[in-house]
Structures are given as C-alpha cells and as structure tokens.
C-alpha cells in the first residue's frame, strides 16, 4: 500500500524528519528526538503537521440540532467557539472523542482523529437525524498544522489578518495565513499548552509550513514529531482514541462525563449513559505514577495479587519526570493515594494513583 | 553510523569487545539511533548467567522497551550502574559510557553468529 503524504511532506524531509507508517500516513515521529522535541514545546513553541485528521462539516438549516443529537455536549456556545466532546453509539461506548467548531448557525466542523474518518464519516451521516442537513468529508481538502507553546500567538499574529489576541480558548476564526486565504484558526491543540490549530486549506498550504517556520524563528520554533505530540498528550491527560478510550469504554468511565451533558435533548447514548450513571460506574480511569519502570498498553494492573484492570497508556513523563500511565480500574481503588501494582512484562511494580493531569501549564 | 572496526557485533544489533577472561557487552548506534531517546535500562544483575542468544536485559526509549540479547553465555561480573541516572548515555556514547555489562566467559569463547564490523555496516543496509 502506498502511504499518503501531506502538503508538507518534502519540508519533513528537508528538516530530517525521520519518517514512519502512522495508519497510513507517511509523518515524521521525530525531528532531533521526542525528548528534545518534548521540551521545546513545554518551554518554548513547536509546529505540528496534523493533516492526517479528519475534516467533516455539518452544513443546513438544522446543522446544530443535527450535531447535538450525534455527540454527547450541548454545543452550548457562540458562534467562532469550539468545543470538545465524545460521540458514542446506542450502547454509550466511543465512537470518537472530537473537536465541534461552530461556525455559523448552519455550519458545524467537525476535527476526528484519523483512524477513525471513514468510521466517524459514516457515522455521522448514518445518524444524522435532520433532512436539511448535509454531512461532508472534506478531509481531503484541508491540511492542518498546529503551533503549539507560549509564542504560538505571536508568531501566527505576524503572518494572518487577524488580531489573536481577541481569540479566547476554543476561540475559532477565519483568516489568512501566509497569503492563504479561508483558513480556519482555532485556539485548541492536543499538548497542554496554549496554542492553535490552523486548518488551511490543502492546495495552497504548502507555503504555510516555511512562512510558520520563518516567523518562528525569534522564538526558536522547531517542528515536532508523532512522539512528542503522544508524550505532551500524555502529560496532560488527553485522551488517545484506541489506547485510552474506544467503543467499550464509556465517557464517564473515561473521566468525560464534563463533556457529557445530560440536561439537553435527547442524544445518542443517553439513555445507556444514564442507565451506567444511576447503577454506579464499576470501573474509571486514572492517572498512576509508577516506580522505577515504565508501563506500557496492555500491562495488567493488579491489587493483592489479582488482577483488577490494564493500563491504557504509559511513558517517562519527560516534564514532571516520573514514569506516568493511564489505565481502567475498579471505582473503589481510583482514589488518589491509592497503592497498586502493574505487571511490566512478568514483574510487579508499585505504582500510585494520583490526580489528573500529570501537567498543567504554568501560565 | 559508526561502527568501530575492533568490535564484534550481532544480528540483534549487539556489540562485544573482548577482554582477556571478560566480554563487554553494548548496543551498536544503529540499534540507538532506531531506538530514540532511552530513558530507562533494566540491566542483569551481578551473578545472573547469561545464556547466549536469550533477553537479558531492556532498554526503554520514549517509543518503547527492546529487548537486548545476551552474545555469549556466562556469568555477568558487572554492570554499568552509571546508566541508573544517565540512561542517555547509551545514545550519546553506545561504545563508550552507554556500555550495559560485562560478561566472565568460560574456557572457551563461542562468538556464535556474531560478525566484524564491515559484515555488521552490511546487515544493516
């Protein structure tokens, strides 16, 4: 199979990007090395390539009715606001956790991850409960970047039309950017720190990579690899679809139930998440911080010797150097403070639950 | 890539040097480079015997842990208990400070499948 590249595939080569197959993407997982790549975003500014995501929009007269139904938020916001959600099947599991940008009163972008376009594509079009709404996969149209870290601002400040400093967290506007015109700016990104997501569209993005870079450049802006962007994830407690959340896992298990809102009009998945409510989850996910090893997927997490739960993610958490994972265990052992164990490939060691997340930004 | 011509190396991406009675044991940069930043080795203990050809101990980058396989059997007489607090060293020096640990080899040395450097530079294309 031949993998597919984005608009900014030759500039990941010229910087040395060392290159892999991501669900059949040909991106860099590394620049100079995730631990350096970790760091320059916590302390300074990172670009992200990020076009592999998935682009559907939501366009027609009932397009917010439509996407208050298919997800598990209100879209209770402004117009130029986004907001993160989970959208689940009739049995409350994930279908996908996603960004919803309302654009307009009858335009609604919907930012998947892309393991799951073609899935969440069918989805929401198989789902879709209102006529006058059309369900479009533009994915192919539009590439993303994301410039993410304290200078994020300044430096898309010096190269679009738009002031912003008056665009608030989840605050979403179009503008130009590098000369592009119909770019869609968003204050979101997937890291912990401040900064946006820059959806451009795919024909004419190319140029935006080196315009990013070159303004960057009093800031010391360096491009950021797969690896890195799963370490700061991580750190923040962001959810990765298909480690720590998937189709049998339910938002409030996964410590979503912020972003679950049961006193809006009926949405698909209510009813079972409101059976799991009142009959009392039986299992959550925690943040753990392990001794001396690290944890990875799939590790059984054990108390008294019996096996209680698995780990979802792990790695050595590169900012509050610990060894961090997330992972599902029983409610009565999810409090902070409480001692466990994790089988790291036949041996024990002890490990900790601790509150979310392992890293909030400072400023 | 560097490949120093005086070691010998393995498929596994292992290196050894051999020294009177003792054989160090390491990973070559090409397995340093693939593995990316490490952060943590699990090293044998002092007195484990080490079978030839078998897991005996682990790397941890960022990515991911790898295996590191035993180049000869025998009893491990040290390790580098340095990399307990800089696990960087096996990417900043995999001949070098990034050494992992030094093997007592018997009366006679099987080198087994292990190749010299022009072989190994080969192996890994």
């Known amino acids: 199979m031949t993998l597919r590249r984005t608009p900014f595939f030759e500039h990941h080569q010229a910087a040395g990007g060392r290159l892999i197959d991501f669900g059949g993407w040909e991106l860099p997982v590394s620049y100079t090395g995730i631990l350096a790549e970790h760091k320059q975003v916590r302390n300074a500014v990172g670009l992200f390539d990020v076009s592999h995501m998935g682009e559907v929009f939501l366009r027609g007269p009932s397009a917010l009715l439509a996407i208050r139904h298919l997800v598990t938020n209100n879209i209770d916001i402004p117009n130029g606001h986004a907001q993160y959600t989970a959208m689940c099947n009739h049995d409350g599991g994930i279908v996908d956790d996603l960004i919803v940008y309302r654009l307009a009163d009858d335009e609604v972008l919907v930012c998947v991850n892309a393991s799951n376009r073609e899935k969440d594509f069918a989805w929401l079009r198989d789902n879709n409960p209102c006529a006058d709404v059309d369900v479009v996969d533009a994915s192919d149209d539009w590439a993303q970047v994301a410039v993410q870290g304290r200078h994020a601002e300044a430096i898309l400040d010096a190269i679009t039309d738009v002031d912003l400093s008056q665009v608030a967290s989840f605050g979403v506007v179009r503008g130009v950017v590098a000369g592009v015109e119909g770019c869609i700016l968003a204050r979101t990104g997937y890291t912990g720190e401040d900064g946006f997501e820059v959806f451009i569209p795919a024909e004419q993005a190319s140029a935006v990579w080196p315009a990013i870079m070159d303004a960057g450049k009093p800031y010391g802006i360096c491009p950021i690899g797969l690896g890195a962007r799963d370490t700061l994830r991580l750190e923040a407690k962001l959810m990765l679809y298909g480690n720590d959340i998937d189709e049998t896992t339910s938002p409030l298990e996964a410590g979503l139930g912020w972003v679950t809102k049961f006193d809006k009009p009926d949405f698909i998945g209510r009813s079972a998440l409101l059976a799991q409510k009142e009959a009392g989850l039986t299992r959550r996910l925690v943040c753990l911080v392990v001794d001396k090893r690290i944890a990875r997927a799939h590790c059984p997490i054990l108390v008294d010797g019996e096996v209680v739960g698995e780990v979802t993610s792990g790695t050595k958490s590169p900012t509050v150097e610990a060894n961090i994972a997330l992972g599902y265990v029983p409610r009565r052992f999810a409090r902070a403070g409480n001692r466990l164990q994790i089988d790291i490939r036949g041996r024990l060691a002890d490990a900790e639950v601790v509150k979310p997340p392992f890293y909030k930004r400072p400023y | ?125």
């Open chain 2, 1 to 125: 890539m560097s490949t120093p011509q005086d070691l010998k190396y393995t498929r596994s991406h292992e290196w050894i040097r051999i020294e009177s009675d003792t054989v160090l044991v390491g990973v070559s940069w090409f397995a340093q480079d693939a593995m990316g930043d490490v952060v943590h080795v699990e090293l044998p203990e002092v007195g484990d015997v080490l079978k030839a050809g078998t897991p005996a101990c682990e790397i941890e980058s960022v990515k991911a842990v790898s295996d590191v396989y035993s180049p000869v059997s025998g009893e491990v007489v040290e390790i580098n208990e340095s990399l307990e607090d800089t696990p960087e060293n096996v990417n900043a020096s995999p001949y070098g400070n990034g050494w992992l640990f030094r093997v007592k080899i018997g009366a006679t040395l099987d080198l087994g499948d292990t190749m010299g450097a022009d072989e190994y530079k080969a192996h890994c294309g």
